[in-house]
């Protein structure tokens, strides 16, 4: 960081550029101690039923607060998680915390109906042979009901899934955890695939949303989402949207018949108090 007080124009630029050249390399190998000094964080951001605006619950993204380069978005360290591994604790770590905290919403709210969470899962997570235990064992010490949690899995990773990738999904919507497809849209998955995937949530891409940004929005933006919508929905799958960043795009998404909603005009992603004040202020009106 450059010193403020005497520091000159050059220094912030030297900063900047050092910055910009933090290698994936150095990034890679600080990665697992990381994981063991805490300084990963999630933020959640909330998911509403377009029909109301109530809260539903809220999806995980997780953060590393980088002693050096400050708070970097998963953009950054999944990819390189996931090349070393890492990603595997890491998930495990994110799905603890994440239902730690739904079930702290819970017993905070118990009237504002049960709040559900999300937690994004990478593909190399999806074939490691642990993650029906662990996200057994999760639930089970914690306390929370399987139904409140929705897993949200790439569409690109269940592109060509064979059944064993499956298998697993399987058994965790047996038990009544949800299974989304998110981004879903962008992976050129074969619609009638969908049948075969034991997923009970489609989370459109933002690219779609995005073309709803006028009123009255493109209509051929309209079309296609009005298909999606219809044939999930024939499908008995929820559509939840996401990037809704004004009233328009909230206002079109529902009337083409969408479940839920998340975006910037809700709210931002952000610490796990202000879920319950949002959440609170709908309970009591
Ligand atoms: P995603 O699952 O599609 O999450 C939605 C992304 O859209 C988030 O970016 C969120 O901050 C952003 N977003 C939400 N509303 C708006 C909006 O109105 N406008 C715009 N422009 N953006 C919006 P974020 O937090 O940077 O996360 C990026 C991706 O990183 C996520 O995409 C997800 O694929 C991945 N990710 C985040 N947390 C985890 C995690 O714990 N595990 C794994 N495997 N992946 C994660
Ligand atoms: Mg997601
Ligand atoms: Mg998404
Ligand atoms: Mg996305």
Redesign the pocket.
């Known amino acids: 960081r450059a010193k403020s007080a005497g520091g000159n124009r050059y220094e912030l630029a030297d900063a900047e550029a050092d910055a910009r050249a933090i290698t994936r390399h150095g990034l890679t190998t600080a990665l697992p101690a990381a994981l063991d000094r805490g300084e990963f964080f999630?933020?959640y951001?909330p998911l509403v039923h377009l029909g109301d605006g109530s809260v539903h619950g809220a999806?995980?993204?997780?953060?590393w607060l980088h002693p050096q380069h400050g708070v970097l978005?998963?953009?950054r360290f999944?990819p390189l998680a996931?090349h070393t591994g890492l990603?595997v604790p890491?998930?495990r770590w994110?799905l603890e915390q994440s239902v730690r905290q739904a079930m702290v919403w819970q017993e905070r709210h118990s009237d504002a109906g049960p709040l559900r969470i999300n937690?994004?899962?990478?593909p190399c997570?999806l074939t490691h042979p642990g993650l029906v235990s662990d996200t057994v064992d999760i639930l089970e010490r914690v306390g929370l009901e399987p139904n409140s949690l929705c897993l949200?899995v790439?569409e690109s990773a269940l592109i060509g899934a064979d059944d064993d990738l499956l298998k697993p999904l399987r058994r965790l919507a047996e038990m009544g955890v949800d299974i989304a497809l998110?981004?879903f849209g962008t992976g050129y998955s074969n619609l009638a695939n969908l049948r075969r995937l034991p997923v009970s949530i489609l989370?459109l891409?933002?690219s779609f949303?995005q073309g709803m940004q006028q009123f009255p929005a493109d209509p051929v933006d309209l079309k296609i989402v009005e298909g999606i919508v219809s044939l999930a929905h024939s499908l008995d799958l929820a559509v939840t949207v996401?990037?809704?960043?004004t009233g328009a795009q909230a206002e079109q998404l529902r009337l083409l018949g969408c479940d839920t909603a998340?975006?910037?005009?809700y709210a931002?992603?952000g610490p796990p108090d202000r879920l319950h004040d949002l959440a609170l202020v709908d309970a009591t009106g």
């Open positions: 999630i933020e951001q999806e995980a993204l997780v953060r978005g998963p953009d999944i996931e990603i890491l998930g994110v937690v994004n899962l990478s997570q949200e790439t998110d981004d989370k891409d933002r949303t996401e990037g809704v960043e998340q975006g910037w005009y931002r992603p």
